[in-house]
């Protein structure tokens, strides 16, 4: 499978107030971000990988919009999740992506 390229997607540059960092210090209108957002062009063609589970948190968001372009189907779970809906899927690939400090309560809700 080839990769895209960067010519294949649009990019889009927002500044936006700061993110997760800043918001759990509750000052995130003395920060700025950039958020870029790429979005594939329609005429950019991959070969599909089945289905994808991936559980996330809101850093997964992002991914999205890549992840579906190499897959036939992405089914999203949060970072809580119930792992009997992921087994009843029947995925072909699971990705989980999670912030650290998150990663306990992940494990412990899967369980």
């Known amino acids: 499978m ?3 390229k960067l010519s294949d997607f649009i990019i889009n540059i927002d500044t936006i107030h700061g993110m997760d960092l800043a ?3 509750a000052i995130p209108e003395y ?3 950039e958020e870029i957002l790429f979005v594939k062009k329609t005429s950019a063609q991959t070969d599909k990988l089945g289905k994808l589970v991936f559980i996330h948190d809101s850093f997964g968001d992002n991914m999205i919009p890549f992840l579906s372009t190499k897959f036939d189907r992405v089914i999203n779970f949060g970072h809580q999740y119930d792992l009997n809906k992921v087994i ?3 995925p072909d690939v699971v990705v989980h992506l999670i912030a ?3 990663l306990e309560q992940s494990y412990t809700m899967a369980q």
Do not use: S, W
């Open 31 to 33: 920060f700025t971000d």
């Open 23 to 25: 918001r759990m210090l």
């Open 2 to 4: 080839e990769p895209l």
């Open 100 to 102: 650290e400090r998150l």
């Open 88 to 90: 009843d899927e029947k």
